[in-house]
């Protein structure tokens, strides 16, 4: 049964059981080790969670072929919204299976809705309560994913980057900052200007490319960057920045809202529905509609195979701007 996935702020049965499905998929350890990953220091078992932050950390520091521009195998170019789309899907099989229920959809966090209302009642979003994501702070001390180093119970923050952006070992509390580094949350209107864009993508392919998804990945226009994806990134702060950034719940619920966005601009822009095709060359490898992307969990999917998805699960509402 396809998942449906609702607003988490308007949802509350939704919003419960992400947190739920969260928490275990956190204490569950049935994968590979540290060592196994590559991971310098003493093995240790990564939880379900964590194989995620792995997987999106590797694949954004893989370039191939290594002639291309600053493309990797997750973002800065045309596979951004398919390969998360991947993501989101694979996940959402565990949260269906770890809380036995194959009809649930992960929710989404309608950003621009919140990015509507001032800076301060941004900060004051009811996501950030205590029965939702908690709040702010060195560590996250309020909420389901609050840290209280002496309790069992504590969200731990298990791997993330050292300076050099290497995937690293740790053992702490959750990181936000929320509205520290840009005051503001993107809007409607910036999502409206990104869905009368005509094309999926156009030549560069990378972070200068002027159409539909390097607007909502947040690279352009350059006098609004970091804008959409990259700007909720931003906003939240903490954890929420460096390749590691799967390590706070938050981001999937962002990158839930960013997919939302793009089946948006695919009910209203059908052809063509991705680009660049196979025609383009080896300089977009990964990125082309029939290639392989980049996969650690499962084996590898295609930009092709993500352009129709509503076997796996559909959305409340497209009414997204
Ligand atoms: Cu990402």
Known sequence: MAGVRRNILTDATARDRYIEGARALKAEHLGPTTAQLGIPGPARQVSTWDLFVAW???AMNRFTPATQTDRNAAHRGPVFLPWHRFMLILLELQFQR???DDSF???YWDWAADGDRSPAQQRRSELWNSDTMGGEGNPVTTGPFAFDGAQAGSWRVRLDVDAQGRLRSTDRGLRRALGQSVADLPRTSDLAAALELDEYDRAPWSTTSEQFRN????W???EKAPGLHNRVHVWVGGDMLPSSSPNDPVFYLNHCNCDRVWAAFQAQRSEPPYLPTNSAGIALQGHRIDD???ALLSRPVTPRQMLDV???YTYDSLDVA
């Not at 607007?215 to 947040?218: Q, S, T």
Request: proline share 9%; hydrophobic share 25%.
């Open 56 to 58: 999106h950390h590797t």
């Open 98 to 100: 770890v809380l036995d």
């Open 105 to 107: 959809g992960l929710p």
């Open 215 to 218: 607007r909502l990945e947040g």
């Open 220 to 222: 352009r226009p350059q």
């Open 292 to 294: 392989r992307m980049y």
């Open 310 to 312: 509503e076997d796996f």
